[in-house]
């Protein structure tokens, strides 16, 4: 039987003034993590230019024998490279009227404070973008801003393209970090990811992590060398195995295959984190600048570079599918 409604009865939608009820809980779920940065060395220099040199030694030679007695001649002996990136001046500046701070806001006690926190999680972002990018370096001048060569640019000696692609890398004529170009775009597959291993192993490096986008994190899942996990239970509960491929054994050591939202997804980054590093000319700050009128003004900056100390301990699987 249908219920009717009492005569004269009021509800919730006629009635004005209902209070309203506001949480004090800002959901944020744009990510932070920065996986590159997080990982490689930090340094500071005092240039907008800094250079570093890179050396090798000569190839074994199993041959090297001499006769008693003989006399000795010079070996050919050669120098070190030496290498130079550009800084890159990022920031983010928050205005937030008086007004704006004056109110009472759910969530946050200050507008200021807390677009000021929320812009520092932002610039980390972009500086993780930075260093991952395929990006030539760009000296910089009066009306153009200098950029710094991403990790991507530099890698010439261990790489997999896709048709068409090409190596960038250092260009010593012109001391620029030329950008690599795009191949053909193919499956991410464990024939592409083994051959590269190999070679930045062979060139001495160790390249103990791999950096991919989602898609091909979840390809990589699927490679034989990944080792079987399971989640230790306690009790007689049974193990759980893990669906996250976290670590692939190849046959030159263990590498853990961390995924990255910020950098290429199109590529697979192999690398040696000790061969990087991220030199700061002015490292993070939040400044106050000057007040014009009716509202306070903060601008956070960061001026950083990136040093590949030696781009042949590592590599990249290029050209990957991303779908």
Same mark, same amino acid.
């Given at each position: ?53 890179? $050396?090798?030694? %000569? &190839?074994?030679?199993?041959? =090297?024998?001499? !006769?008693? @007695? ?6 050919? /002996? ?47 972002? $972009?500086?993780? %973008? &930075?260093?991952?990018?395929? =990006?030539?370096? !760009?000296? @910089? ?6 950029? /710094? ?59 103990? !992590? ?114």
């Amino acid at each position: 039987m249908a219920e009717s409604l009492f005569t004269g009865t009021l509800q919730t939608f006629d009635v004005v003034g209902i209070k309203e009820d506001l949480s004090d809980v800002i959901t944020n779920i744009s990510p932070t993590e920065t996986p590159f940065y997080s990982l490689i060395r930090k340094a500071k220099t005092t240039s907008r230019n800094p250079a570093w040199q890179k $050396d090798t030694l %000569a &190839a074994a030679d199993g041959d =090297n024998k001499q !006769v008693e @007695g003989f006399d000795v001649e010079g070996d050919t /002996l050669s120098d070190p490279t030496r290498l130079t990136n550009y800084v890159q001046l990022q920031d983010k500046t928050i205005v937030v009227s008086d007004t704006a701070n004056a109110v009472d806001t759910a969530g946050r006690s200050s507008e200021l404070k807390y677009q000021t926190a929320k812009a520092g999680q932002e610039l980390k972002r $972009d500086m993780e %973008a &930075a260093l991952t990018r395929n =990006n030539a370096s !760009v000296v @910089g001048n009066a009306s153009t801003a200098g950029e /710094l060569a991403g990790c991507l640019t530099w890698m010439e000696t261990n790489t997999d393209r896709g048709v068409g692609g090409a190596d960038g890398g250092f260009n010593t004529s012109t001391n620029i970090v030329d950008a690599a170009t795009d191949g053909t775009q193919r499956a991410f597959t464990e024939a592409l990811l083994k051959p590269v291993i190999k070679s930045v192993w062979e060139a001495g490096g160790d390249p103990s !992590v791999i950096m991919v986008g989602g898609f091909n994190k979840q390809a990589a899942s699927g490679f034989s060398g990944i080792a079987t996990q399971y989640r230790e239970n306690r009790g007689r509960s049974q193990a759980v195995i893990l669906g996250a491929a976290d670590v692939y054994v190849s046959d030159f050591g263990e590498h853990r295959i961390i995924p990255n939202r910020f950098c290429s997804a199109r590529d697979a980054y192999v690398i040696d984190p000790s061969k990087w590093q991220v030199m700061m000319l002015q490292p993070f700050k939040t400044m106050p600048l000057a007040r014009t009128g009716h509202a306070e003004k903060r601008m956070l900056k960061v001026e950083h570079t990136l040093a590949s100390l030696d781009e042949a301990a590592n590599g990249v699987v290029a050209d990957l599918t991303t779908s």
